[in-house]
């Protein structure tokens, strides 16, 4: 029975990271083109998404080679959850950005 837990909680999980991408595509334009000053900055939010996958990726095997799997995971969902509050901060008040 434990099996099939953990195989409906891996089947949920690839569901919603599947998702993230086409929800942040479509979110990262809408939030872009109201926050960016200039129309050339409004892909800005993707690209900046995409170097830092891939800039993160040495620090995450680093991670977890060093801490473990399950801690390096706990970690990157902090900070996710950090990277999160600090974009509902910055759509919530866009003119306080600048200002920090």
């Known amino acids: 029975m434990k099996s099939y837990i953990n195989l409906l909680s891996l089947f949920c999980g690839q569901a919603l990271s599947g998702s ?8 990262s334009t809408l939030v872009g083109k109201v926050l960016a000053p200039k129309d050339f900055l409004v892909s800005l939010p993707i690209t900046m998404t995409v170097l830092g996958s891939a800039i993160t990726v040495y620090f995450a095997s680093f991670l977890m080679a060093k801490y473990g799997r ?3 995971f706990i970690v990157s969902g902090f900070i996710g959850i950090v990277g999160a509050l600090l974009a509902v ?10 200002h920090i």
């Open 20 to 27: 993230v991408i086409s929800l942040l595509t479509l979110t």
């Open 89 to 98: 901060y910055a759509v919530c008040f866009p003119s306080n950005i600048g």
């Open 70 to 72: 399950r801690t390096a």
